[in-house]
């Protein structure tokens, strides 16, 4: 038992050594090492540059540490870029790391060690971590305005309460005398305006020749305008002459009318519906005389009954006074 740890604790002293002895002879290997940061003062965001130079004897090989992580201040933005210079009595390389800064003031670019290896003993080279500024991006005086503090949506007590009470009467009142108003116009009997049938249509005739018509070439137009001012006439004129008809069923009611010219009103419409109807051509003297036509037959017709209710009073003033005798 005794021999058996005496072994063992011999193996672990031999062990110790040999890394004790190797550590010792990495720290024997020269090395040089540099760090420098341009530029010293940045923005947040802004990309700078750290670059690690490192002089080993000849025959070395160096491993540089990877870039800055994501989860540090410090994040890289390119890979690593190493470069080797022309030494023929040792290993000159430079590491370039491009990074950028996401936090302002004072911020350490923090790295990993440098192993250097030669003939299969490697070196842990710790690095100085390089500090850069970063500056705020804010206005200048930022810093020196002091925000008001929110003012409340509704200030009470702004307007003591009977001014509400006030306003709320007025609208009442505004309210209320339009809805009177309103009542009054709704109820107030509507005046009726009366228009004198043969007025209207001498008003409709020089209207339609006022257009022009006839000289732009719109004869159709001019005939059945014109007519239908006739229609209007008779239809106010006449009650059973309604504007529905058709001119043969106009014709037929109006047969027997005694102020009426019939057979001149009969040849004036068969003529117009060829032309509205039938697209008969019709020239500009044509149309003109549909116009005089038309003008005639109301003329006609009016006279006839001015006459005949004149006739009719005369009559019954005659009656009234034999009766009154």
């Not at 070196?123 to 705020?136: D, E, G, I, N, Y």
């Not at 228009?195 to 209207?200: E, G, K, M, R």
């Not at 051509?281 to 044509?286: E, L, M």
Request: charged share 20%; with cysteine; hydrophobic share 50%.
């Amino acid at each position: 038992m005794n021999r058996h740890l005496s072994g063992l604790c011999g193996c672990w002293v031999a062990a110790l050594s040999v890394l004790v002895a190797s550590r010792a002879v990495a720290q024997q290997i020269p090395v040089q090492a540099g760090v420098s940061v341009t530029p010293q003062t940045v923005r947040i965001g802004d990309p700078f540059r750290v670059v690690v130079g490192i002089r080993a004897p000849a025959g070395s090989t160096i491993d540089f540490p990877n870039p800055p992580d994501s989860t540090t201040p410090v994040q890289a933005l390119d890979p690593l870029s190493v470069t080797t210079k022309a030494d023929s009595t040792a290993v000159v390389q430079y590491a370039t790391y491009r990074v950028a800064a996401w936090d302002v003031d004072s911020q350490r670019v923090k790295l990993g060690d440098v192993i250097v290896t030669l003939r299969g003993v490697s070196r842990h080279v710790a690095l100085t971590a390089p500090v850069v500024f970063v500056k705020s991006v804010l206005p200048a005086d930022s810093a020196l305005r002091v925000p008001k503090p929110p003012r409340p949506l509704f200030v009470s007590g702004a307007w003591p309460w009977w001014i509400w009470l006030l306003l709320a009467a007025v609208a009442a009142l505004v309210i209320g005398l339009l809805w009177w108003w309103w009542r009054r116009r709704r109820l107030r009997p509507a005046l009726a305006l009366v228009v004198d049938p043969y007025v209207h249509a001498q008003q409709e005739f020089d209207r339609i020749d006022a257009l022009g018509l006839l000289q732009a070439g719109e004869r159709g137009r001019y005939v059945a305008l014109m007519v239908e001012v006739l229609r209007e006439y008779l239809s106010l004129q006449i009650a059973p002459a309604s504007l529905a008809l058709t001119s043969g069923e106009l014709t037929g009611v109006l047969r027997h009318h005694p102020t009426v010219p019939f057979d001149q009103l009969a040849r004036l419409l068969a003529d117009a519906d060829l032309v509205k109807f039938a697209r008969k051509p019709v020239s500009a003297d044509r149309a003109a005389d549909f116009g005089r036509e038309a003008r005639a037959i109301v003329q006609h017709e009016h006279e006839a009954s001015v006459a005949a209710q004149a006739a009719a009073l005369a009559a019954a003033n005659a009656n009234a006074a034999k009766a009154a005798a």
